[in-house]
């Protein structure tokens, strides 16, 4: 059984743009051997575990909204963005992600404003595939430190996409800190408009 068989009786195809990515996913598969970034890392221990959906809540941040408060929210705007980032996707974990994402944050930081932020999260079993969509206003900064821990048996699969508009900052400082017997995949897509600095 490949993991795409096993992970499919979780899909959930509720929107327009899971459905095209997980129609794409199908399409060009997962990783093999002969793709060069994986030739010496074996896939394998992925459907050999619990990949039920699991979910956990995110920590409170001023500005911030889950992914479901979001997709209510501005569904329209998110809806294209993610149909875009999908056509243009090339990386099977990142359609992976869109596929499977129950769970996520909406991060605004307004134009001027300075924020500081700290998020823990523990990863512990089964597929955790959050998505992350973070703007930065024109002028305003972010500084945000990300750690991920984790105990047993757990794929970890995220997906953070940043915008910056003209002259914003963003540093964000992640600790990864995942157990032997997992997998972790983490997509990172940006958008910097002009004098935008990420680091």
Known sequence: ???????????????????????????????TK???????????????????????????????????????KYGALLQKSYAEAIDAEKNPFALFNHAFCTEGQFLYIPPGKKVNLAWEFLLEKGL?????????????????????YGKGDYFYNSSLQITLEEGARANIHRFNEHHSDSYAMETVRAKLKRDAHLS
């Open 1 to 31: 059984m490949t993991l795409l068989e096993a992970a499919k009786p979780h899909l959930s195809l509720d929107t327009p743009w899971k459905k095209m990515a997980w129609e794409k996913l199908e399409k060009l598969g997962l990783p």
């Open 34 to 72: 002969k793709w060069d970034p994986f030739k010496y890392v074996s896939l394998k221990g992925l459907v050999e575990r619990d990949i039920a959906l699991h979910s956990s809540q995110f920590p409170e941040s001023e500005g911030a909204l889950s992914l479901e408060e979001a997709l209510l």
């Open 128 to 148: 955790r595939a959050p998505k992350i969509e973070i703007f930065v206003g024109k002028g305003a900064e972010l500084d945000l430190s990300w750690k991920c």
